[in-house]
C-alpha cells in the first residue's frame, strides 16, 4: 500500500567532467577551472545536492517558475531548467549540465495545486477543467520537454505534487478518479527514465472540525514505479486512522470507495 516515505533511490550515478584540456583557457583565470577535474566533480555534487528545486507553472499556465527551498531559506530561480553556477561559463556547463539534473531533487505541481480548495465542492465540469490542464501533468510534461530527453535521463528524484485532497466533500469520487488517472499517467511517463525515482505526494485531508476547518492532514507518497501500489489502500488505512481520532468527523466509509487497479 502507499505510505509515508523517505527517498530510497540509490546515488545519482557519478558524471565525468571533461579531462580533455582546457579550450576556453579558463584554467588560468578561475580558481574553480584550475582545480583537478575529480575536485571540480564532488563541488558540482555538493552544489546541486542541498535543497529542493520546486517547478510550478504560472497563473496563465504558459512558463514555469523555480525556486528552491533549504531549511528556512528560500530563493527564486532565475531559469527553471538551469542552476546559476551554470550560467558562470560554458565550460563550466559543459562539464555540469548533466550533474545537475542526476543530483537535484525536483518537485513538480501546477501553479494553484489541490484537488479541492478549502471545501469548496466541485462539478463533473470543474473536476474536468482540472483533470485537462492540470492533473494530467502539464508542468510536468513542459518541463521534461525544456530539458529534453539527454537531461530526463539524468533525473533520478522527481515528484508529482497532487496537493490537498478532501475525500469527505461530495466530489470525492471525482477526485480520486483523477488521482487513479494521474498515476496511470506517471507510470506511463516513468518509462522515459525506468532508474529515476518518481513519486506523486498528496496530503490527505483527515478531520476536519465542525465549522469545516480542516484539522489535520498526512502526507501520502506514491511510488510511482511500484507495481503493488493501490490507492484504494492508503485510502483505506487514513479512513481508519480518521475515524479512530477522538473528537474527530469521522469519513463515511462509501465515500472513500475506490475501485481496485494494479497500476
Not at 171 to 197: D, M, Q
Request: net charge positive.
Amino acid at each position: 500500500m502507499a505510505t509515508t516515505r523517505r527517498n530510497t533511490h540509490s546515488s545519482p550515478q557519478v558524471i565525468e567532467v571533461d579531462h580533455l584540456g582546457d579550450p576556453g583557457g579558463m584554467a588560468g583565470r578561475s580558481p574553480l577551472m584550475s582545480l583537478p577535474p575529480e575536485l571540480r566533480n564532488n563541488i558540482y555534487e555538493y552544489a546541486f545536492s542541498t535543497g529542493t528545486v520546486h517547478l510550478r507553472l504560472n497563473f496563465d499556465g504558459d512558463c514555469l517558475k523555480a525556486f528552491v527551498i533549504d531549511g528556512d531559506s528560500v530563493k527564486l530561480l532565475a531559469d527553471s531548467t538551469c542552476a546559476t553556477l551554470l550560467r558562470t561559463c560554458k565550460q563550466v556547463y559543459k562539464e555540469a549540465a548533466q550533474l545537475f539534473y542526476a543530483c537535484s531533487r525536483f518537485e513538480v505541481a501546477a501553479y494553484n495545486p489541490g484537488l479541492l480548495l478549502r471545501g469548496r465542492g466541485l462539478s463533473e465540469w470543474d473536476h474536468q477543467d482540472i483533470f485537462l490542464v492540470y492533473m494530467f501533468g502539464k508542468a510536468l510534461r513542459v518541463f521534461l520537454k525544456v530539458i529534453g530527453v539527454r537531461y530526463t535521463r539524468a533525473l533520478t528524484d522527481v515528484t508529482f505534487a497532487i496537493g490537498q485532497v478532501d475525500t469527505r466533500s461530495g466530489s470525492s469520487k471525482y477526485n480520486l478518479s483523477a488521482i487513479t488517472e494521474v498515476l496511470e499517467f506517471l507510470r506511463g511517463v516513468h518509462t522515459l527514465n525506468p532508474r529515476w525515482y518518481l513519486k506523486a505526494s498528496m496530503k490527505v485531508v483527515l478531520t476536519c472540525n465542525r465549522s469545516g476547518r480542516f484539522t489535520d492532514t498526512q502526507e501520502v507518497v506514491v511510488d510511482v514505479a511500484d507495481p503493488n501500489i493501490g490507492i484504494d489502500s492508503a485510502m483505506a488505512a487514513l479512513e481508519d486512522k480518521a475515524r479512530d481520532g477522538p473528537g474527530r468527523c469521522p469519513y463515511d466509509r462509501h465515500q472513500t470507495a475506490v475501485k481496485t487497479r494494479s497500476w
